[in-house]
């Protein structure tokens, strides 16, 4: 971590869409100059100045100009700040300089990636510079990945109390969720299907459920891309279109904790739909519309719904746990904001906050949220963002 930095963080993207809604949290939560030093980066200081304005930030909000295409403008933004908090993506097009900077000079990054592919190619690029620099790179900082990822840990901490270990298979299932995905993941999505097309040895790397953990091969995990009755909870279950990012990121997770799940774990993550044949053909409609993200009419990069749509809407997620000897341990977390927007801006603002003034001990590498700050993070999130993690 830079410790003469000027800065605590700079929300990097602070005018498209996502980083706008970072940037009024934040001067609506700690105002500016205060706990935390915070400032807004983007291309064009015209932008950022109409966008502090319209979101009521104060008049001496600091703003800071940086180019994506512009290493030197991006390694002088580095120099300002402990942490820079990115929403510029998807991240494959707009993040490598910015990691590799950030890896170089020993400031942390976090964004909201949910590009399993591209992570790897971060990790085998700069992992060994940010272990020696002490840079913290944190992937998937907002609803991918961090209920589940997160969700599953707190589930396992429960485990190690009430059965006395942790649990060798999880199944994380949607149970409701209002609100839509952004335009950014969808983007991500389609940025993906067009580096595998034009790549094929990355169609591999993304159907290796451990493609986060180089190097492992652990047991093999239920695909979860079929309608099915889920005998543990007597409905029916979906495929579930974040699953592909959050399995990953999990299974990430238990490697950075030392295989704290146990190197037998299995997990996957689908849907809930009901019981009864009216559950079953929800079910199949949703397998059928492939969940619904990456088609025509969705939201585009930088859109997104409205401030009614964002507070309307919410998430819940049960995770089930069950011990070698049958035994089940139930957890859940739900957020009250929409999952895309409402509930990631303050997921990823938290988690910035978290890394640079309570997860100072956390080692420089290439993290998951939930490895790098644990309970530290589940308790920020629970005072401040809205999430609620519970033991059922």
Known sequence: MNP????????????????????????????????????????????????????????????????????????????????????VGPYQLYGNALVAACAEAGTDYLDLCGEPAWMRQMIDAHEATAKKTGARIVFSCGFD????????????????KTLGGPVPRVKGRVRGM??????????????????????PSLVALLKNPFA???????????????????????????????????????????????QAYGADFVYDEMMLTGPGEQGEQIAQMIAASGGGLGGEGGPMPGEGPSKEERETGFYDVLFLGIAADGRQVRASVKGDKDP????????????????????????GGIWTPGAAMQGKLVARLAANAGLTFAVE
């Open 4 to 87: 003469t930095a000027e800065f605590d963080i700079i929300v990097y993207g602070a005018s498209g869409f996502t980083g706008r809604l970072v940037a009024e949290y934040l001067a609506a939560q700690y105002g500016v100059g205060g706990q935390v030093r915070w400032a807004m980066a983007g291309r064009s200081l015209e932008k950022l100045a109409a966008v502090r304005d319209e979101i009521g930030a104060p008049p001496e909000t600091p703003l800071v100009t940086a180019d994506a295409d512009d290493a030197e403008s991006l390694k002088a933004m580095v120099g300002r700040t402990k942490a820079v908090l990115t929403t």
């Open 145 to 160: 990945s961090i209920p589940f990822e997160l969700g599953v840990w707190f589930l396992q901490q429960e485990a190690g």
């Open 178 to 199: 209002k609100g839509g995905f952004s335009g950014g993941t969808a983007a991500s999505l389609k940025a993906t299907m067009a580096a595998a097309a034009r790549d």
């Open 212 to 258: 986060l953990v180089p190097g492992f091969e652990g047991p093999a995990q239920p695909s979860g891309n079929k309608p099915m009755l889920d005998e543990d909870l007597g409905v029916w279950a979906a495929p579930f279109v974040m699953a592909a990012i959050n399995t990953r990121n999990v299974h990430r997770s238990n490697a950075l904790l030392g």
């Open 340 to 363: 895309g927007y409402g509930s990631t801006s303050k997921m990823i603002a938290e988690s910035a906050i978290c890394l640079v003034t309570e997860a100072t001990d956390v080692a």
